[in-house]
């Protein structure tokens, strides 16, 4: 489930600082107010990325693309 930072400082309450200083980035960024977390296991998100980019193509006006 996503949480906004607010949200989620408002379910913290029993580490003070960590609530003031969550609350304070709040208060100097729009983006971080409205923006949603989600909270993982540990301290590190692992995730897929692509090895190799994709290649170009040229085709013409209205032709079929290239089968490759």
Same mark, same amino acid.
């Given at each position: 489930m996503a949480l906004?930072?607010?949200?989620?400082?408002?379910?913290?309450?029993?580490?003070?600082?960590?609530?003031?200083?969550?609350e304070m980035y #709040?208060?100097?960024?729009?983006?971080?107010?409205? !923006? %949603?977390?989600? $909270?993982?296991? =540990?301290? #590190?998100?692992?995730?897929?990325?692509e090895d190799i !980019? %994709?290649?170009? $193509?040229?085709? =013409?006006?209205?032709?079929?693309?290239?089968?490759?």
């Amino acid at each position: 489930m996503a949480l906004t930072i607010v949200e989620a400082s408002k379910l913290n309450s029993g580490d003070v600082a960590r609530t003031a200083i969550v609350e304070m980035y #709040a208060r100097n960024s729009d983006i971080l107010r409205v !923006l %949603p977390f989600e $909270g993982i296991a =540990g301290n #590190a998100l692992k995730y897929n990325r692509e090895d190799i !980019l %994709p290649g170009v $193509g040229f085709r =013409g006006v209205n032709l079929a693309p290239l089968a490759a």
